[in-house]
């Protein structure tokens, strides 16, 4: 049984209160200040929804931005992700290890400068947590464009 990890699409967010809780806040300060701020609530209710993407949409986001890298920076991406994506797993595997581990996959969002601003992950195991938690904050590869989204994907191969 050999360890593959590669990057591709991933899930489960950090965590921010439910779009309904955001539209409930806003429609009351809408009140509040007697009908006038429309404006204001319709840009609290735009954000609540784009901050809350679900992990379908943010594997897709991975998914198209990974596609959109030349040769050379799709290599530099996975090389970075492999560093630090393998100095969290070496830290987070427990000892003995384990006989099976559950695949899982982090998606990242980059920020202009490369620095890991948010993740979601798919998988709930101790290992899947502790890897996620291993990139935030850290800075990888300086992305074309911002945010940039990429997925570091966890998977054992028979």
Do not use: I, N
């Amino acid at each position: 049984m050999s360890t593959l990890l590669t990057a591709r699409g991933g899930l489960s967010a950090t965590a921010l209160p439910p779009a309904r809780t955001l539209t409930y806040a806003a429609r009351w300060r809408h009140e509040r200040a007697g009908g006038g701020g429309t404006m204001l609530w319709m840009v609290m209710l735009a954000q609540a929804v784009a901050g809350d993407a679900g992990y379908e949409q943010v594997r897709a986001l991975a998914q198209r931005d990974e596609a959109s890298l030349a040769p050379a920076a799709y290599a530099e991406m996975l090389d970075s992700m492999s560093r630090a994506g393998g100095a969290s797993f070496t830290r987070c595997m427990p000892t003995p290890a384990p006989q099976a581990l559950a695949p899982f996959t982090v998606v990242l969002q980059l920020d202009a400068h490369g620095r890991v601003v948010r993740t979601w992950r798919e998988g709930e195991e101790a290992v899947a947590r502790c890897v996620d938690a291993g990139f935030v904050g850290k800075t990888l590869f300086v992305p074309p464009k911002a945010p940039f989204h990429a997925a570091f994907e966890f998977q054992v191969q028979p």
